[in-house]
Structures are given as structure tokens and as C-alpha cells.
């Protein structure tokens, strides 16, 4: 029934690196774009990143610039986030999510129509 199944988060050292994977199961597909939120304990979700389908146009928050890479596999209907040098502060549980338009901006949950189940990353100092 999940239409964005998330795989690949885990428990790892700081400095390490974890690559998270999001795949489309239903049949149709006509994505504009995807993103990738993140919740830490007792902390409001928050953006991370989005890539847009068509192009592979990618945005980032300050926090993850430089360590994060957002990338997506066109033929498979998968979007993946490539996480390295990662960060205690890092730990959260990750969702990708999944818009049909780009009619508001992409850091906004509101902008995003389907949602995966999230995944949880553990960064250990």
C-alpha cells in the first residue's frame, strides 16, 4: 500500500557514511520532484534536501551543504541521499517525500504530496 518505500538508514560512527534510498512502487509516475525532511528527538521535521526529477537539479539546507548528495534514478524511480562525514546532530528519523508540482517552494512539508515511512539514522560520537 506504501507508495515511497524508504531503505538504507542504520546506526553508524561519527564521520562515517550512510546512503538512504527512496523507491516509487506505484505504477504511474509523473514526480516533479522529491525531497528529503528529517525529524531529531523532540525537534520539528525539517528540510534537508530536494532533487527536481526532470533535470537533477539539487537544493540543500546549510547544514548538510557539502555532505549530503541528493540524486535520482529516473528508469528505477528511485530518489537516494548520500550521506558522508555525518554528525551526531545528524541522527533523526529521514523521509523522503514526493511532489507533483512546483507551485511552492520546495523546503515546505505543504509542498510535497506523498510521504514515505521515514527511516531512522543513528550517528554514535
Known amino acids: 500500500q506504501e507508495q515511497l518505500v524508504e531503505s538504507g538508514g542504520g546506526l553508524v560512527q561519527a564521520g562515517g557514511s550512510l546512503r538512504l534510498s527512496c523507491q516509487a512502487s506505484?505504477?504511474?509516475?509523473?514526480?516533479?520532484?522529491m525531497g528529503w525532511f528529517r525529524q531529531a528527538p523532540g525537534k520539528e521535521r525539517e528540510f534537508v534536501a530536494a532533487?527536481?526529477?526532470?533535470?537533477?537539479?539539487?537544493l540543500y539546507t546549510d547544514s548538510v551543504r557539502g555532505r549530503f548528495s541528493a540524486s535520482r534514478d529516473k528508469v528505477n524511480k528511485t530518489v537516494y541521499l548520500q550521506m558522508t562525514r555525518l554528525k551526531p546532530e545528524d541522527t533523526a528519523v529521514y523521509y523522503c517525500a514526493a511532489r507533483s508540482r512546483y507551485n511552492s517552494p520546495d523546503v515546505l512539508m505543504d509542498s510535497y504530496d506523498y510521504w514515505g515511512q521515514g527511516t531512522q539514522v543513528t550517528v554514535s560520537s
Open positions: 532533487v527536481k526529477w526532470g533535470t537533477g537539479r539539487t
Open positions: 506505484m505504477r504511474t509516475f509523473s514526480f516533479y520532484g
